[in-house]
Structures are given as structure tokens and as C-alpha cells.
């Protein structure tokens, strides 16, 4: 029996046929309302924040840019084909993920529904200024990783900055070691190397407490750990018709000044013994830190820098080897990092000549030499 006989024999009146096409076409017209599940363990969440404007440019940059990442391929190019506009307005793309509900509308690309990633990432780092705001860092990053948006270099630096200047590094920290979630690499130079001035700092502003410079060693410790692991390994680097490995920095001096400054501040003999020797592997008697540095890397950046920030970051580290020479007890170890140590000081001082007493640098200066020169005037 064909099927319009047996439609017809079930109802002479065409009642059943005509039933059955309109099931058939809404269940046609209502495919994007059905709502399906994707297997998925966690999706980008954010908690609350300290302000409402913070709060409002997360929530953009989860549904504009982190959830629609979350569909299907051949749904997500829906949702921004102008042919699908005027259905999604009625009939949303519905889907279930992680127990939660989500109603995605058409997104205009060239109509400015889509806010630069860029641009948006950079107002609401500014907007984080509590630990609660920080709280939201490591789940920002995983959802513009879930969503393919890498950070640039630049972007790095600047997170890094924001983020250590708030005094939140420890949330970046978190970030790096979650790498294969966030993207966040230790890769450059600029971000390695203000993570682990902060580091130092940290301990210099707690006065040295036992507590914060153990904690601070740690960190730093934990820093040159990453680095040498291969989830952050620096990308490889063009020279001339060849691509070659970036520089491994925690093999260069003044990555492996920062541990040694902690540990000597510690009297820790063992650990700063070790850092010692493993700093005149890489630091040549006959060239400055600087210079040492920049030929073990692709870039010549910190040359570029302002007087203050190249202050900042030598003075905790001319405190360090200075710490040092006290500490290491061989005889011949001790006086190559006395020379190294004299001659550090005088760039530290040459700079210090050429800042302000309101910039930063120099203030780093203030906070890492007087202490210890009272301490020295009141053991002598």
C-alpha cells in the first residue's frame, strides 16, 4: 500500500496527512530551539567582581567572544551568516553545556556586534584592582585560549606589568603553570624577567621575613622550573635561511640571579653556592651583565628600555651577588663574584645618576640598598 493510500484509508478527510507535514515542517523550522549537549568539563565562568562596569566586560567577552567557541563548527558559521539572521532572532542556536543553558542570536561581524579582543582584553585588566577581581584572571585566559585568541608578545608584556605592579603575581604565576589551559607561556624576556623582579621585591618589602623570602625563593625556583619544561619552550627564531630554538632564559645571568639573591639573603650556602657556579657558566669576567645577557638572546630589548626600568631590575640584582659573596664559603668562587659584583654596582649607580628620585627605579634602588647599608653600619 503507498503511502497516500494508507494516509487516505486512515482518513478519508486528509486530516492525518496533513497533520503529519506540519510535525514534520515544525519539527524543521524548530532545529536551532531543540536544545543538544556537548560534552564538554568545564566552561569559562566568571565570578563577581569589585565593580559593575568589570563585571559587564567579562560577561562581553564571554558571550561575544569565549561561548561561541563552545559550538560546533557548522552552527558557529551560522551564527555569523547574515542568511541566518532574521531566524536566529526567533529561533536561537540553544545549546546545554557544562548543566548550563545557552542561547546564541546572530552576530554581525562588520556591524560592530563583535568587540576587538584585543581592545577588550586590555579595559578589563586595567578594571582589575582586588584579589576577588584576580580571581577571574586564570579563567579569562582559558576561555580566550578555548576560543583561539593568543596572546601576543606585546599583550604578555602588558598583562604581566598590570598584574605585578597590582601585586598579584602569584595569580600570573597560576596562569603559567597552567599553561596547556591558559596559553600563557613563559616565552619573553620582558615578562620572565618583571615576574621575577617582583619576586625579589616582594621579599625586600617584607623586610626580609624569613616567611616571605622562603616564599619568594620558591617562586623564583618555580619560575626557572617551567622555563625548563617544553610546555614553555621559546618558540623557534629565524637566522639568516635557517629556524633555530629560541634561547632557553633560565640559562641566562640574570634569570639565575634572582634565585641566587633569595638564597643568599637566606644564608642558604648549599643553594647559593650552586646558582653561583652555575651564573660564571654564563657570565664572562670580561663583559657586563647586560651585555652577557642580551648576546644570549634574539632580541636586544632591554638596551631600549628607559634608565629606571633598567634600574628596577639591576638593583635587586647587584644586592643579590653582593649577598652572595658573603655567603659562598670557597675562597676562589668568592672572589669572581666579587669582580662581577663591583662591576654590576657601578652600572647600577651610573643609572641611578640618570633617574629621578620619583621613578620607579630609583625608588627600587632606595628600598634595596639602605636597609642593608644601615645593617652594615650597625654591624661595624
Not at 532545529?31 to 549537549?37: C, G, I, P, Y
Not at 653556592?273 to 651585555?291: N, S
Not at 633598567?310 to 638593583?315: D, N
Not at 628620585?357 to 647599608?373: D, I, M, N, Q, R
Amino acid at each position: 500500500m503507498s503511502r497516500r493510500t494508507f494516509l487516505a484509508a486512515a482518513t478519508p478527510n486528509g486530516a492525518l496527512e496533513s497533520f503529519t507535514r506540519r510535525i514534520a515542517a515544525t519539527a524543521q523550522f524548530r532545529t536551532f530551539a531543540t536544545t543538544s549537549r556537548r560534552d564538554v568539563k568545564h566552561i569559562t565562568k566568571f565570578t563577581p567582581t569589585s565593580s559593575p562596569e568589570l563585571d559587564q566586560l567579562l560577561e562581553t567577552m564571554r558571550q561575544k567572544i569565549i561561548l561561541p567557541s563552545f559550538l560546533p563548527a557548522e552552527q558557529r558559521s551560522k551564527l555569523y551568516n547574515p542568511k541566518w539572521e532574521q531566524r536566529l532572532r526567533s529561533d536561537p542556536i540553544t545549546i546545554e553545556i557544562d548543566g548550563e543553558i545557552l542561547k546564541f542570536y546572530h552576530q554581525d561581524l562588520l556591524g560592530g556586534d563583535i568587540p576587538e579582543t584585543r581592545r577588550l582584553l586590555k579595559d578589563i585588566i586595567l578594571k582589575f584592582r582586588t584579589a576577588e577581581d584576580f580571581a577571574n584572571l586564570q579563567p579569562l585566559l582559558e576561555g580566550l585560549h578555548q576560543a583561539g585568541r593568543k596572546l601576543k608578545p606585546r599583550q604578555q608584556s602588558q598583562l604581566a606589568r598590570i598584574v605585578c605592579e597590582r601585586g598579584q603575581y602569584q595569580a600570573l604565576l597560576e596562569c603559567a603553570r597552567a599553561v596547556k589551559r591558559t596559553g600563557f607561556k613563559l616565552e619573553t624576556h620582558e615578562v620572565v624577567l618583571k615576574l621575577l623582579t617582583t619576586i625579589q621585591m616582594k621579599a625586600v618589602h617584607a623586610g626580609w621575613s624569613p616567611a616571605a623570602t622562603k616564599q619568594a625563593l620558591r617562586h623564583a625556583e618555580m619560575v626557572l622550573e617551567m622555563l625548563e619544561s617544553e610546555d614553555h619552550a621559546p618558540r623557534k627564531r629565524q637566522v639568516g635561511t635557517e629556524w633555530v630554538p629560541g634561547t632557553r632564559l633560565q640559562t641566562t645571568p640574570m634569570m639565575i640571579l634572582a634565585p641566587l639573591h633569595l638564597a643568599a639573603a637566606l644564608g642558604d650556602v648549599e643553594k647559593t653556592t650552586k646558582y653561583a657556579r652555575d651564573l660564571l657558566h654564563v657570565w664572562p669576567a670580561d663583559k657586563k651583565l647586560i651585555t652577557a645577557q642580551l648576546d644570549m638572546l634574539a632580541d636586544k630589548e632591554f638596551h631600549d628600555v628607559s634608565p629606571s626600568h633598567q634600574l628596577f631590575v639591576l638593583a635587586p640584582l647587584a644586592s643579590g651577588l653582593e649577598r652572595a659573596v658573603g655567603v659562598v664559603e670557597d675562597a676562589g668562587l668568592r672572589e669572581q663574584l666579587q669582580a662581577r659584583a663591583r662591576n654590576l654596582r657601578e652600572d647600577v649607580e651610573e643609572r641611578k645618576s640618570r633617574c629621578k628620585e620619583t621613578h620607579l627605579g630609583y625608588e627600587a634602588y632606595k628600598s634595596v640598598f639602605e636597609p642593608a647599608a644601615r645593617e652594615q653600619s650597625a654591624q661595624a
